[in-house]
Structure formats: C-alpha cells, structure tokens
Nanobody, 120 residues
Framework: QVQLVESGGGLVQPGGSLRLSCAASGSIYGINAMGWYCQAPGKERELVAT???????NYADSVKDRFTISRDNAQNTVYLQMNSLKPEDTAVYYC??????????????WGQGTQVTVSS
C-alpha cells in the first residue's frame, strides 16, 4: 500500500501564493507520473498539473504561467507552487501518483486532499 500525504493548503488573499507538497510512502516499486487535481464544490475533479518521472510537465490552461509543478524523485515528493492566486482557484487539491505494480501495469494512489481558499 502507498500513502500520499499532502500539506500546504490554507487561506490566502487574491494575488497571493501557496506551496503544496505531497510525499509518497509505503511499498513503492516505482512511480510514473505524479500530479495535482482540484475539485470545487459542485464540480468534478479536474487536472491542475502533472509531471512525469522524466520531468515532462503538463498544465491546465487556467493555471499556465501561474502554477509550477516540480518533483523530487529521490524523496517521492511532488510540489505545486501556486502564484497569483484567484478566487476561482478555490478548491480541494488532491495529489495523485501513478504507482507501478511489480508484475506490470500501474494504479492510481490519491491523497486525502488539502483545502485552498482564495478570498479577501
């Protein structure tokens, strides 16, 4: 079993910054992509940003040029630097990791979610 533990959410004013962290632990055979998803009240969970084990990044159009995803493969940790935050960024942010199975294939592991609220 793999556990993902997130930290760094909170309340911030518009234009402010937050940094989210997510550390994976447990029986990890290998991790492919890691990323962040968000879910606002009444909406479906949607992609924010992902990064592969090789460092290739992908962003939702709504966060490009404002958010930066990074990863420490040695620590099995992924980060999300969130700048120029807007009220519409308010959501629960979930960490995701694509975990390799030793016999082939992969499965999704999810964190418990961390609340980000952008409000004056």
């Amino acid at each position: 079993q793999v556990q993902l533990v997130e930290s760094g959410g909170g309340l911030v004013q518009p234009g402010g910054s937050l940094r989210l962290s997510c550390a994976a632990s447990g029986s990890i055979y290998g991790i492919n992509a890691m990323g962040w998803y968000c879910q606002a009240p009444g909406k479906e969970r949607e992609l924010v940003a992902t990064v592969t084990s090789g460092g290739r990044m992908n962003y939702a159009d709504s966060v490009k040029d404002r958010f930066t995803i990074s990863r420490d493969n040695a620590q099995n940790t992924v980060y999300l630097q969130m700048n120029s935050l807007k009220p519409e960024d308010t959501a629960v942010y979930y960490c995701n990791a694509k975990i390799n199975r030793w016999y082939g294939g992969e499965y999704d592991a999810w964190g418990q979610g961390t609340q980000v609220t952008v409000s004056s």
